[in-house]
């Protein structure tokens, strides 16, 4: 069965520090790929997805990932954390166009001011 | 454009009951998905509906069920509750498959 694994379970970063969060997930056809956020007390937002193209995507808040397929990898990054950005980052994968999004368990970011 | 819509916010059940939670999605978005948020297990998909049709369900007892109306409002509903039922539920609509899904806050179930 699909899966998505999420390599950090909790992060700690004092702000101005960059940051990447482990994602890797285990189909081996054609995916889309989702990060979302979810603030303290807040729905789950988007942050950015990948469906086809450029594997380097952009997304909100200076926030970007890289879908790299070789390695079944999908790494969020952001050059210096906020203290603003302090949530929970869930990774997820959609199997070709079907609606049912599978998501890793998550990474608690706390950015320390 | 108002988001999507879930209620009630908050609920409390006792083990046996059965729920009705109810979604209504952004205006001109006919997929609806439904997850279970948990502690312990995280995001789990339910189910997703598209045009009234269920096309994808989760890994759920027959005691999960869903319905979407014409209208793209859904439903759903769980029978006999358990202590385990607790969670959040979420939401989500997309319009079409090439955007990402739009997520609601979610009703908090408490089954006691």
């Known amino acids: 069965a699909q899966s998505v694994s999420q390599h950090n379970h909790h992060v700690i970063l004092s702000e101005a520090a960059s940051l990447e969060l482990g994602c890797n997930y285990s189909?081996?056809?054609?995916?889309?790929l989702f990060w979302y956020v979810q603030y303290p007390g807040q729905h789950l937002q988007l942050l950015l997805k990948y469906f086809s193209g450029d594997p380097l995507v952009k997304g909100i808040k200076g926030f970007e990932a890289e879908f790299i397929k070789s390695k079944f990898s999908f790494n969020l990054r952001k050059p210096s954390v906020q203290w603003s950005d302090t949530a929970e980052y869930f990774c997820?994968?959609?199997?070709?166009?079907?609606?049912?999004?599978?998501f890793g368990q998550g990474t608690t970011l706390q950015v320390k001011p | 454009k108002a988001g999507v819509t879930q209620t009630p916010r908050y609920l409390i059940k006792t083990r046996g009951q059965q729920v009705t939670l109810s979604c209504s999605p952004i205006s001109g978005h006919r997929s609806v998905s439904w997850y279970q948020q948990t502690p312990g297990q995280g995001l789990q998909f339910l189910f997703e509906?598209?045009?009234?049709?269920?096309?994808n369900k989760g890994n759920f007892p027959g005691r999960f069920s869903g319905r979407q109306f014409s209208n793209s409002r859904s439903e759903m509903n769980v029978s006999t509750l358990e202590l385990g039922d607790s969670a959040l539920y979420l939401c989500a609509s997309r319009s079409d498959p090439n955007y990402g899904y739009t997520f609601g806050s979610g009703t908090r179930l408490t089954v006691v």
């Open positions: 509906y598209f045009s009234e049709t269920q096309r």
């Open positions: 189909y081996g056809g054609t995916v889309n």
């Open positions: 997820a994968v959609n199997e070709g166009n079907t609606g049912k999004l599978i």
